[in-house]
């Protein structure tokens, strides 16, 4: 008798070797055999569940930053901690910065897939944003909007070009515990009334 079968498990696999195929190789250069091949599942079964490459991409690409969101939602009223929790969680899931790279680099300034879903995904982080420049814990001298791409443009980078970062400011430990600080009372300066 056979194993029984678990959808539920399979899109699971499927999802994660789809995370690690993207991230290394972009959505022009990841494969869906490849995929097929890490999650243990027919190639069939990843268009059943997903649609296209593109497609599998978008669903992979708004489910990480979901979790994102869930896992460090923008705090206004600790911008510091916020930026400190930011950073451990790229540091943690590398992934998510290079999915949103290899997004940019293939699609450009052209719209995305699920762009509208994108949109409101963003406008709550900028109302969180606006709620704190409302309350005045935040300057309200920099839209709300243009605030949150500039904190997480500082706080980001770091992750995304860590051979600029070893060059720059060392790779030990004393080297990057320093540049966090300084990464924390910029965006402290930036955010401050």
């Given at each position: 008798?056979?194993?029984?079968?678990?959808?539920?498990?399979?899109?699971?696999?499927?999802?994660?070797?789809?995370?690690?195929?993207?991230?290394?190789?972009?959505?022009?250069?990841?494969?869906?055999?490849?995929i097929?091949?890490?999650?243990?599942?027919?190639?069939?079964?990843?268009?059943?569940?997903?649609?296209?490459?593109?497609?599998?991409?978008?669903?992979?690409?708004?489910?990480?930053?979901l979790?994102?969101?869930?896992a460090?939602?923008?705090?206004?009223?600790?911008?510091?901690g916020?930026v400190?929790?930011?950073?451990?969680?790229?540091?943690?899931?590398?992934?998510?910065?290079?999915?949103?790279?290899?997004?940019?680099?293939?699609?450009g300034?052209?719209?995305?897939p699920?762009?509208?879903?994108?949109?409101?995904?963003?406008?709550r982080?900028?109302?969180a944003?606006?709620?704190?420049?409302d309350?005045?814990?935040?300057t309200?001298?920099?839209?709300?909007?243009?605030?949150?791409f500039?904190?997480?443009?500082?706080a980001?980078?770091?992750?995304?070009?860590?051979?600029?970062?070893?060059?720059?400011?060392?790779?030990?430990?004393?080297g990057?515990?320093?540049?966090?600080?300084?990464?924390?009372?910029?965006?402290?300066?930036?955010?401050a009334?």
């Amino acid at each position: 008798m056979g194993a029984a079968r678990d959808p539920e498990a399979t899109k699971a696999r499927i999802f994660e070797a789809a995370v690690a195929e993207f991230a290394r190789h972009g959505i022009a250069g990841a494969r869906i055999d490849r995929i097929a091949a890490e999650a243990k599942a027919n190639k069939q079964l990843i268009y059943a569940y997903f649609g296209n490459k593109a497609e599998l991409f978008a669903i992979v690409l708004e489910k990480k930053m979901l979790h994102l969101a869930e896992a460090v939602p923008v705090d206004p009223d600790d911008i510091e901690g916020w930026v400190d929790r930011l950073m451990d969680y790229h540091a943690a899931h590398p992934e998510l910065l290079r999915l949103l790279f290899w997004e940019g680099l293939e699609y450009g300034d052209t719209e995305l897939p699920h762009e509208s879903d994108r949109r409101e995904h963003y406008a709550r982080k900028v109302a969180a944003l606006q709620d704190g420049q409302d309350r005045g814990v935040v300057t309200d001298a920099i839209p709300a909007a243009d605030l949150l791409f500039l904190l997480t443009a500082l706080a980001n980078w770091t992750a995304v070009v860590p051979q600029m970062r070893r060059i720059l400011v060392g790779g030990e430990d004393p080297g990057r515990d320093r540049l966090r600080t300084s990464v924390k009372e910029a965006a402290r300066r930036l955010t401050a009334r």
